[in-house]
């Protein structure tokens, strides 16, 4: 079965600083890999998703996450993060023909 | 495209009494999810639909829940009899395919 882990459940970073938010994911097949952000009291939205083709992908809000088959991780980034930033981030990976897992999340915290 | 509804927003009702959740997908969209969402278990898939047909229930927490798709554009949420440990936010989401999910807003439901 497919799993999705999110390395960090919290990840503290100071405005302006660059930021790195964790994923591995467990699968021999073709996948497909998604991030999404949901900011406090609203629902999931879709950040960045990579189906196909370049390895790098670039999302809404300035992040953008590196497919990385040999290493099985979807790492999300942002060189300099916002206030506005500050939120939980799943990452998900679906092999197409089934649903989306989701990872447990990781929370944003921006610091002044 | 006025995305995915979901009604109500919140919903407080008492230990015993019945509540129905419902949501309106994307016109177009095959796939229906309903996930719940707390703060010890996080984002839990209860239940997903294809072309109206329930797929997996297996994240149904037990017999009081229930769900329905009876056409493309309406599906309902049932909880008969709710328990406080039923509070949470529940959101629906619908996709074409599994290409990334669009999340509603969720309903905040608290059980007294």
């Known amino acids: 079965a497919q799993s999705v882990t999110q390395l960090d459940s919290q990840v503290p970073v100071f405005e302006e600083a660059p930021v790195e938010l964790r994923c591995n994911y467990s699968s021999s097949v073709s996948v497909y890999l998604f991030w999404y952000v949901q900011y406090p009291n609203q629902g999931l939205q879709l950040l960045l998703k990579?189906?196909?083709?370049?390895?790098l992908v670039k999302g809404i809000n300035g992040f953008e996450a590196e497919f990385n088959k040999s290493q099985t991780s979807f790492h999300l980034r942002k060189p300099s993060v916002h206030i506005s930033d500050t939120a939980e981030y799943f990452c998900?990976?679906?092999?197409?023909?089934?649903?989306?897992?989701f990872g447990k999340g990781t929370r944003l915290h921006i610091l002044p | 495209d006025a995305g995915v509804i979901q009604s109500p927003r919140h919903e407080v009702t008492e230990m015993g009494q019945e509540v129905t959740l419902r949501c309106k997908p994307i016109s177009g969209h095959d796939y229906l999810f309903w996930y719940r969402q707390t703060m010890m278990r996080g984002l839990e898939l209860l239940i997903y639909f294809n072309n109206n047909v329930p797929i997996d229930d297996s994240g149904m927490p037990e017999d009081r829940f229930s769900a329905k798709m009876p056409n493309a554009s309406f599906s309902t949420l049932k909880i008969q009899p709710s328990e406080p440990r039923d509070s949470a936010v529940y959101f629906c989401?619908?996709?074409?395919?599994?290409?990334?999910?669009?999340f509603g807003s969720g309903t905040r439901l608290t059980v007294v």
């Open positions: 989401a619908s996709s074409f395919q599994f290409y990334g999910y669009t």
């Open positions: 990579y189906l196909s083709g370049s390895t």
């Open positions: 998900a990976v679906t092999q197409g023909d089934d649903k989306i897992i």
